[in-house]
């Protein structure tokens, strides 16, 4: 047997390199420099590193090859746009990541203990976090370019690894944020479970384990059906769980309420881009031509997401809760552009993956700055009044909901819109309906804040708002910019989207 | 020249003046705002000189594109109704302001906010009125509610924060009802002709008559519930009820007017076949509306209550015009749209000082302000007659203009909404008694009659609407050439008179 080196062509992986490159750096400054130094070199890499990845997507752009790594990656227009969206997302969280408050002394110290206590009067500040979550972006980026499914797999691990470890970083409420981390870790894992077994009928239906091969064998249609069906329905599973749709979402509140909020920022949009965009090339190229098989479950699925998700978030009394059945809901409005299957509708759904994530991350940096003497306050009766004490952070957060109900001149309004007409346009008016009826019932929720924030009088508890740090304020204006921009002018995203978002398969 | 985008470009920059203000000087505040205002006056009796009476096309068409690849134009474009209802808020937006000089101080935020909050508002009102691209009058009909919602919740009385969500809810879910329809306008223009959101485009789409009935189900219940007619209208009383007069004035005055314009521009036009398939309903629950706004309006005890529910009758009597059918009841109900504004702002700009000098808005609180305050009670007394249609005042001519118009068609109808008016009577003269005649309630007797900035704030109102009662034709002469030309594109004749035939 003679052995065939790989053919790699590294500019059109340079993106995932420079990131994994990065954080393999990332763990070596850990263990070289000095304690004191340590924070500034880390985001001082970190964010080096993102901006770097994003200049070589730009560069990238409108490049196309199935073999840039020997068929595992495929790097086109859709891929070019989604791994420029995460690089934008991180770059925006990583600010927020930055503020270690939020992180443990100490994350391998038990809740409570001497050891723990010394490294807090220590001032130990945690800064394994940015290697992690460089590891976390380097397999988002693979997720949506993964060619196969080995690649798939080693991606969705290493996009998820990470980030189980994250959720258990919170410096408040640590044993809360153990649990959510065990949580999220043990339904991972049995997701995972599931994604594998389907990858393995996948490969038992049509003896490839490349997308191409795949595909091939789907539109000719030789293969036992039951193996296939089997196959996209683990697979399935395994993706719906990553982003949080019903039935597969309940890991989402408690995690989402566990984490630390910089890490529930970074992970609530840039993982969702990363297994939408995943879902994308999947049911866009490998399983289009059995569309039949999947297009009325993920349909049912979508619908019951949109509504359990707006119903349940209405009861929330959490900020953070109230944010993660948001975003199942939203995950329901974005499988209505999967389902779509047509160009308009990957176009909706891409613009709507970049308008949602920028949206979450500033919702959730706004979530960041009110605290107490013991911390963050997620509890919405403790929001009361936010308006006149903070009108900056008030009037952010009024916006990003805003965004989220899709009211005109955000982001979220041209989202919805193109999304919901790409959907009219395949000919599912009902899910149209649907998602047009859980809009509204989001509103309500929405609202609700907004009446809170605003008119409410204050409660007299020492809820506080923080001064935000140059690095969270920046973030926040970013965040509310870019919502702004694409809900008035989106004309030129929407075209650079248009443009480029074709698979070559 | 650019008239209507230098008309909605000024109050932004009104408002990004206000905004640059300091906070502590508000008297600078209340003038940029007030001189704001009166300059967009001033450039839109300039427009209103340059319109062409006799063109029934759109005038002062602006095209500039918006999103190209979803064909969205930022296209604005006016006609005589239109026109008439620009020029309708521009005239109420310095009034508003000089009006309600102090209505500010009592709310949640600073003043400045509040005059930021009217000159966005004012920019607004005037691109729903102008927009000619669907998804254009979208953006600002929803847009619209954001400022509202928060003059509401923040500057308004008693149950505020509550009547804000009510009415922000009932819009919001019109409004995505309103959507649903324009999506699958937008599709089907793809399918027929390539992406628009062209009003004259749309209008030429081919569609089966279900799905024409659906659509315009999604467009009329919008509508109805900003008019709003009944059943829709349970979201009006508590905002007028709760908001500040200022705000009120805007949002019955302006606001709730897009509900019927709209039913003229985009439902008699986009989907003239369902529009006649519901003539027959829409007519009925327009009775109803008359006679139910009314009925409700005698029965309260809160005057700026009572005014809301008089505008749900009178909104009746707007929607019962548009659907006659006729020329006439189309112009009495444009007429009627212009009137309403100037003689609901005279009710809720004088209740405004009533009730700000009282410090209560319930009706037997107030009794003997006529000796009291003889200018006050006079001016109430006077919007109240305007609004109950008394002959010689302007609502007189839309009123009658839209009895006639309809019962040259529905009789019927035209016969029962005329007891719209016998109740009219009753539920401004019954308030007028109790407040205004009578012994002076103790605690009135030192209430101040109306001060000067008051005063020059309601002389032009009473102007309007008494010059217009007495000689309405020049603003029907704008109107007629309008109405006349939807009429006869929605292949309707106006039935000739039959006098003979008895």
Redesign the interface.
């Known amino acids: 047997m003679t052995f065939t080196s790989p053919v790699l062509s590294y500019t059109l992986l340079s993106p995932m390199l420079i990131l994994l490159g990065g954080a393999l750096i990332g763990v070596l400054v850990e263990a070289f420099v000095s304690k004191a130094k340590r924070p500034i070199v880390q985001l001082t890499l970190a964010l080096g590193v993102l901006t770097l990845a994003l200049f070589q997507v730009w560069n990238i752009r409108g490049e196309q090859s199935l073999t840039p790594a020997m068929g595992s990656i495929i790097i086109d227009g859709p891929a070019v746009l989604l791994q420029g969206s995460i690089l934008i997302i991180s770059i925006i969280a990583i600010l927020l990541i930055a503020d270690t408050e939020h992180f443990t002394a100490l994350p391998a110290a038990l809740p409570g203990s001497e050891e723990e206590r010394r490294a807090i009067a220590m001032g130990t500040q945690v800064t394994e976090v940015y290697p992690l979550t460089l590891f976390a972006v380097s397999g988002m980026l693979m997720f949506p370019v993964a060619g196969d499914l080995i690649t798939l797999f080693v991606a969705l691990e290493m996009l998820s690894l990470p980030l189980y470890l994250m959720a258990g970083l919170s410096r408040r409420r640590r044993l809360a944020s153990q649990e959510s981390a065990l949580k999220y870790f043990l339904l991972g894992s049995f997701s995972s479970a599931f994604f594998l077994f389907g990858a393995a009928y996948l490969y038992g239906y049509s003896g490839s384990l490349d997308f191409a091969g795949i595909q091939a064998s789907v539109i000719g249609g030789s293969g036992n059906d039951v193996l296939l069906l089997i196959g996209i329905a683990f697979l399935s599973i395994g993706l719906l769980f990553k982003v949080g749709a019903v039935p597969f979402h309940s890991w989402a509140p408690d995690v989402y309420q566990g984490a630390p909020t910089p890490v529930t920022a970074f992970m609530a949009a840039a993982t969702k881009v990363a297994a939408f965009g995943a879902m994308l090339r999947i049911y866009y190229t490998v399983f289009a031509n059995a569309q039949w098989s999947w297009s009325p479950v993920l349909t049912a699925i979508a619908v019951i997401t949109m509504l359990l998700g707006s119903l349940v978030a209405v009861t929330q009394r959490d900020v953070k809760r109230m944010l993660a059945y948001s975003s199942i809901a939203h995950a329901g409005f974005l499988l209505t552009g999967v389902i779509a299957l047509n160009k308009s509708g990957l176009d909706a759904t891409i613009f709507y993956l970049f308008a949602y994530g920028i949206t979450t991350v500033g919702a959730f940096a706004v979530v960041t700055l009110v605290r107490d003497s013991s911390g963050e306050v997620t509890d919405l009766n403790r929001w009361k009044g936010l ?2 004490r903070s009108p900056f952070a008030a009037s952010t957060f009024a916006f990003f909901l ?1 965004a989220f ?1 899709g ?3 955000t982001s979220g ?2 989202g919805k ?2 999304i ?2 790409a959907a ?2 395949s000919g599912a ?1 009902g899910l ?2 649907v998602a ?2 859980s ?2 019932l989001a ?2 929720f929405y ?2 804040v907004i ?1 809170l924030m ?3 009088d204050a409660s007299e508890d020492g809820t506080g708002v923080e001064i935000p740090s140059i690095l969270t304020r920046s973030a926040i204006v970013a965040s509310a910019a870019i919502t702004l921009i694409l809900g008035v ?3 030129p995203i ?2 650079f989207i ?1 443009d480029l978002a074709t698979f070559i398969r | 020249m650019n008239w209507l985008t230098l008309l909605m470009f000024l109050p932004l920059v009104g408002a990004a003046v206000v905004s640059v203000l300091p906070k502590a000087n508000e008297k600078a505040a209340k003038q940029a705002a007030f001189i704001t205002t009166i300059a967009v006056l001033l450039v839109t009796i300039g427009m209103t000189l340059s319109f062409e009476r006799e063109n029934v096309e759109l005038q002062f068409v602006e095209k500039y ?6 064909g969205i134009n930022f296209a604005v474009g006016i006609d005589a109704i239109a026109l008439v209802l620009i020029l309708m808020s521009t005239v109420l937006a310095p009034i508003v302001v000089l009006a309600g000089w102090n209505e500010a101080h009592g709310g ?2 600073s003043v400045k906010t509040f005059y930021i909050l009217i000159l966005v508002l004012e920019t607004m009102m005037i691109g729903v009125f102008a927009a000619t691209d669907v998804f254009l009058f ?3 009909f ?2 619209m ?2 400022p509202v919602y ?1 003059l509401i ?2 500057y308004g009385t008693g149950e ?2 509550a009547a ?2 009510k009415f ?2 009932y819009s ?2 019109g409004g ?2 309103m ?2 329809s324009i ?2 306008l ?2 089907m223009s ?1 399918d027929q002709f390539g992406h628009t959101f062209d009003i004259n485009e749309l209008s030429q789409l081919q569609m089966s008559s279900t799905t024409q009935n659906l659509l315009f189900l999604g467009f009329f219940i919008a509508f109805a519930i900003k008019a709003p007619v009944w059943p829709f209208h349970t979201w009006l009383p508590d905002a007028a009820g709760s908001a500040s007069p200022g705000t009120s004035v805007l949002l019955l005055g302006v606001l709730d007017k897009v509900g019927t314009f709209g039913m003229i521009r985009y439902c008699l036009t986009l989907f003239p076949e369902a529009s006649k398939t519901f003539t027959p309903l829409i007519l009925i629950l327009a009775v109803i509306s008359i006679l139910y706004g009314a009925f409700l309006a005698i029965g309260q005890k809160d005057i700026k209550r009572l005014i809301a529910y008089t505008s749900i009758s009178h909104f009746g009597f707007i929607t019962l015009g548009i659907f006659a059918m006729t020329t006439q009841g189309h112009s009495g109900a444009v007429l009627y749209m212009f009137n309403h504004a100037f003689s609901t702002a005279a009710l809720f700009l004088v209740a405004g000082w009533m009730i700000s000098r009282r410090g209560s808005s319930t009706i037997s609180d107030f009794g003997g302000l006529q000796r009291v305050t003889p200018v006050m009670a006079w001016t109430f007394f006077f919007a109240g007659l305007s609004s109950l249609a008394l002959p010689g005042l302007s609502s007189f001519v839309g009123e009658f203009l839209v009895l006639v118009g309809t019962f040259t068609r529905y009789p019927v109808h035209a016969v029962i909404a005329t007891f719209g008016i016998v109740l009219a009577a009753l539920y401004i003269l019954i308030p007028v008694q109790k407040a205004l005649h009578g012994p002076t309630t103790p605690g009135n007797e030192n209430l101040k009659d109306l001060n000067l900035r008051e005063k020059v704030a309601i002389a032009p109102v009473v102007a309007i609407i008494v010059v217009l009662g007495f000689y309405p034709s020049p603003l029907l002469k704008i109107i007629n050439p309008a109405t006349t030309n939807i009429i006869s594109q929605l292949g309707f004749t106006d039935p000739v008179p039959s006098i003979e035939d008895k």
């Open positions: 308006g006149k805003l109900a009211i005109p001149l309004f041209i819109f193109s919901f007409s009219y346009e008016t149209v309906l047009i009826f809009s509204a509103a309500f609202i609700r009446v605003f008119f409410s002018y989106p004309t929407i075209d248009s | 594109a918006w999103i190209p690849s979803f949640r935020w979208y953006v600002i929803e847009a509610l954001i928060f919740g923040g505020r924060s804000a969500v922000l809810i919001l879910v995505l009802l959507l649903a999506i699958a937008y599709v793809g």
